[in-house]
């Protein structure tokens, strides 16, 4: 259900418009169905641009990882690449007080541990029952020292678990 409302912008009352207001604005509320089963969400990691560089040749090879709770999934390896392209899709179960997932961004070691690029937080508390949201995500740090640059193009849609888009 979708309900509009008229706020005047610099004043709080409410009723006719108030003279010393800075104009009026609509506002659109819409109300979330309560989910009645398990939730889960579909997250589709787009791309990257802009992502450090963790190789000599001035290059990453990146991949992302997506984690909720203790699940985790890993896109493709994108060679030789600052702005790579994945294009792949998770479902992953929404557990009962798991809010919040990350995705880290990773360059990829043939030898010794992937070096870390960055993470994008997502509160899926945020996200609309039903809805796709596509949004670039800066990349942060995961702790103090780490570097990271970058932003990280997702898709992710929230739903009761098994019902389609």
Do not use: Y
Request: proline share 7%.
């Amino acid at each position: 259900a979708e309900s509009d409302v008229w706020v005047d912008l610099g004043g709080t009352r409410e009723g006719p418009p108030d003279p010393s207001s800075h104009g009026r604005c609509l506002i659109r509320l819409l109300r979330q169905p309560k989910p009645t089963g398990p939730m889960e969400v579909v997250v589709m990691v787009r791309s990257a641009r802009g992502l450090l560089a963790a190789d000599k040749g001035g290059t990453s090879d990146p991949f992302c990882e997506v984690s909720i709770g203790r699940k985790k999934r890993k896109t493709k390896v994108v060679p030789k690449s600052l702005d790579p392209t994945w294009e792949e899709s998770f479902t992953m179960a929404l557990e009962a007080g798991e809010c919040t997932f990350t995705c880290d961004v990773f360059d990829h070691d043939v030898i010794g541990n992937s070096d870390f690029l960055g993470r994008a937080l997502v509160d899926t508390r945020t996200l609309m029952m039903g809805r796709a949201r596509e949004d670039w995500l800066p990349l942060g740090v995961r702790k103090t020292g780490d570097e990271a640059q970058g932003s990280l193009l997702l898709k992710v849609l929230k739903r009761e678990k098994g019902k389609p888009q």
